[in-house]
């Protein structure tokens, strides 16, 4: 007769086996950086082709993140498809890298050349709002500083003169009690020596 212990024991090895085989094969499904970068081209290639910028975008930024290495034209179909969607900035660029590494003899020279002379001054004016814009959200961030820095000075300003304010006179003067005042304010009771009669008198002060 096996134990509980050992029955225990067997369902544990058992769950582990199982545990493996399962990993393994999902390991074994997977697919290399290259495959998938292979894949993601395909769709790109295929989004392309049907005139789906946006999406061959998405595909051609998910092969660049994946940090394999591509054929040149890849930097030229990317550029094409960022210069469709207006991403003139980041098309220039891609269009530049084909250039560099093809030149004179590459396959699509001459298209990346004309594109890139079509988008270079577009290119350039969104560079530039990019830069007005960047401006614009420097000098708020300033102005914001400059007035949380003007009301904290303003704060402890206000701070230093109430710790400044002197109430009494000459001779001997104190406080008893403070309480809040109707309608803002302290109420402070105590005596003096330096007003009324003298030899302390009561002494009401608003703050």
Not at 10 to 33: E, M
Not at 188 to 198: E, N, P, Q
């Amino acid at each position: 007769m096996v134990s509980k212990s050992r029955q225990s024991q067997r369902l544990t090895f058992y769950a582990l086996i199982t545990l493996l085989l399962w990993v393994a094969a999902g390991l074994s499904h997977s697919l290399t950086k290259e495959q998938r970068a292979d894949q993601f081209l395909l769709q790109a290639q295929e989004a392309y082709r049907d005139g789906k910028h946006r999406q061959a975008v998405e595909a051609f930024s998910r092969i660049e993140s994946l940090g394999v290495s591509m054929p040149s034209e890849f930097h030229f179909f990317y550029g094409s498809s960022l210069a469709e969607t207006g991403d003139h900035v980041d098309a220039l660029k891609q269009l530049s890298s084909y250039l560099q590494l093809e030149g004179s003899d590459g396959r699509y020279y001459q298209d990346a050349l004309r594109l890139h002379g079509k988008i270079e001054p577009k290119a350039a004016e969104a560079e530039r709002q990019r830069k007005l814009a960047e401006a614009k959200r420097q000098r708020e961030a300033e102005r914001r500083r400059e007035a949380a820095e003007a009301e904290r000075q303003r704060k402890a300003e206000i701070q230093r003169k109430t710790y400044r304010l002197t109430y009494g006179g000459a001779e001997w003067d104190g406080a008893n009690a403070i309480i809040l005042a109707p309608g803002g304010g302290y109420l402070v009771a105590g005596s003096t020596g330096s007003k009324g009669a003298g030899d302390k008198d009561m002494w009401i002060v608003k703050l």
